[in-house]
Every structure is written in C-alpha cells, then in structure tokens.
C-alpha cells in the first residue's frame, strides 16, 4: 500500500503540491471513485487509477536499454559530462533510474539502465555469472597465446587476478585486430587493463550484450527503449540459471 499522491507524482504527474491541486480539482478517479484525499492508501497494482478520465499506466520499476555514445558518462549526475541519465526521455527520469553497471566515457554499445536494485545487484555481481560481451579493435596481432592467457585469468596492473574469460579472435594481422572478449565481472577499464597485461591497446570497444540481452542495431548511438516483457523476464531468469549452471564459457 502506497500513498496516493506519491504513486502519481512518482509516476510524473507532479510535484507532491501538483498532484494534491489534481486531487482537489476532482481530476482522480480510484475504482471509478473520485477520490478526495491524497493521503489515502492504495495499491496500484489491484485498483484501477484515473487522471483526467484516463486509466494510469502504473509500473514500479522501468527497464531500458541504450545505445551509449562515446564521451558519455556511466552515471546518474556529473558536474561536467553529459550522463546517459541526461540522454533518456524525460517520462523515465521521474523514476530515478540508475545504469547497470558502467562502460568507460570512451565506450560504446548496450547499457541497461533500471530502478531495479536487486536484479542490478544481480546483473553486476561476478557470482552471478552473467556475460558480458564485448566487440574489440586490438593495435596489434593477438593469437592463441592470448586467447590461452584469457582462459587463464588475466593478472592485472594491480595484481588483481581477473576470472578466466573467453577471447575470440575474427580478424589478426600485424596492423591490429578484430576480436570478441566475454567476461563475467566489470572491473576499472578491465578490458582495456587485460589487453594492456598483455602488452597491447584496445583502440575500439563496444559492449554487444549483456546477459541473454543483445544490443538493438536499431538504436542508433544515444538512443534508448524500453525493454521488453520477455527481455525483462529473460533479464530476471537468466541470474538463478547461470548460478546453477557455472561458468558458461569454461
């Protein structure tokens, strides 16, 4: 149970103050009744709401999924980057939603943004086993050797051990490489710092999928949508699944 003037505000209708003149002006309706107090105790999911005789579209938590640009931030506010929250739609802002984890400003590709704590734990956290797939431009060649050191788990500048990951090589040659890299744990710039273990550069990186959700080509760079229902249950399964199964790619 929730009170009414929170429901509605949090769903955009208002300020706290707006919401309560709306109440007032006779212009809510709970199960066909007007309703006179904005205090009152509903819940949202059991009666139906109108505004101006329009049925409330009512959601707790909103799933998107973005295209992220380059020279944007992984964040909720910044003082002075733009943030993928500054890029959504301004109906998803009032949900005070937050990116799954985050991509570097230099990298580009899926990022999913939720007011969902506990499936964002979920997603982010490397017990969870969830992939996290990456497209890649390497400044040189990489070959088998790095592929074997991938298997092996990375040593990282700071003597971090990374999980054993899965490097796939499309295109190598003595200009640079094309390659596809999953991990299962979102460390500081890890992909680039693997690389750099290893004595080469990432000079491209674009995140393709996370989980069993892939990047929507449709999207073009900035660009979000909602997820849909069978992605979010998708999304919701695949957390219990890749814990019972291990490591997926191993």
Same mark, same amino acid.
């Given at each position: 149970?929730?009170?009414?003037?929170?429901?509605?505000?949090?769903?955009?209708?208002?300020?706290?103050?707006?919401?309560?003149?709306?109440?007032?002006?006779?212009?809510?309706?709970?199960?066909?009744?007007?309703?006179?107090?904005?205090?009152?105790?509903?819940?949202?999911?059991?009666?139906?709401?109108?505004?101006?005789?329009?049925?409330?579209?009512?959601?707790?938590?909103?799933?998107?999924?973005?295209?992220?640009?380059?020279?944007?931030?992984? =964040?909720?506010?910044?003082?002075?980057?733009?943030?993928?929250?500054?890029?959504?739609?301004?109906?998803?802002?009032?949900?005070?939603?937050?990116?799954?984890?985050?991509?570097?400003?230099?990298?580009?590709?899926?990022?999913?943004?939720?007011?969902?704590?506990?499936?964002?734990?979920?997603?982010?956290?490397?017990?969870?086993?969830?992939?996290?797939?990456?497209?890649?431009?390497?400044?040189?060649?990489?070959?088998?050797?790095?592929?074997? =050191?991938?298997?092996?788990?990375?040593?990282?500048?700071?003597?971090?051990?990374?999980?054993?990951?899965?490097?796939?090589?499309?295109?190598?040659?003595?200009?640079?490489?094309?390659?596809? /890299?999953?991990?299962?744990?979102?460390?500081?710039?890890?992909?680039?710092?693997? *690389?750099?273990?290893?004595?080469?550069?990432? /000079?491209?990186?674009?995140?393709?999928? *996370?989980?069993?959700?892939?990047?929507?080509?449709?999207?073009?760079?900035?660009?979000?949508?909602?997820?849909?229902?069978?992605?979010?249950?998708?999304?919701?399964?695949?957390?219990?699944?890749?814990?019972?199964?291990?490591?997926? *790619?191993?």
């Amino acid at each position: 149970m929730e009170r009414l003037d929170k429901i509605l505000a949090n769903l955009g209708y208002g300020s706290r103050k707006e919401v309560k003149a709306l109440i007032k002006n006779k212009e809510v309706e709970i199960d066909g009744v007007i309703a006179k107090d904005s205090s009152m105790l509903i819940d949202p999911e059991k009666s139906e709401i109108k505004v101006w005789g329009d049925v409330v579209n009512y959601r707790k938590y909103i799933y998107l999924m973005m295209n992220k640009p380059d020279g944007v931030v992984s =964040a909720t506010f910044d003082k002075y980057d733009e943030t993928v929250i500054d890029l959504i739609e301004d109906e998803y802002k009032v949900f005070n939603p937050f990116p799954v984890g985050r991509l570097d400003k230099d990298t580009v590709g899926l990022l999913l943004i939720t007011n969902d704590g506990e499936l964002n734990h979920k997603l982010i956290s490397p017990k969870w086993h969830v992939d996290k797939v990456y497209y890649a431009e390497i400044d040189k060649a990489v070959d088998e050797n790095d592929v074997r =050191a991938f298997e092996k788990g990375i040593i990282l500048d700071d003597g971090y051990k990374c999980m054993p990951a899965k490097l796939e090589i499309l295109n190598s040659g003595r200009d640079g490489s094309e390659v596809k /890299v999953t991990i299962q744990e979102g460390k500081f710039h890890q992909v680039k710092r693997m *690389f750099n273990s290893l004595n080469k550069n990432v /000079v491209y990186l674009k995140r393709i999928s *996370f989980g069993p959700i892939k990047l929507d080509e449709n999207l073009e760079e900035g660009q979000s949508r909602e997820l849909s229902k069978e992605e979010v249950e998708m999304l919701k399964n695949i957390t219990s699944q890749v814990k019972n199964e291990g490591l997926s *790619f191993i």
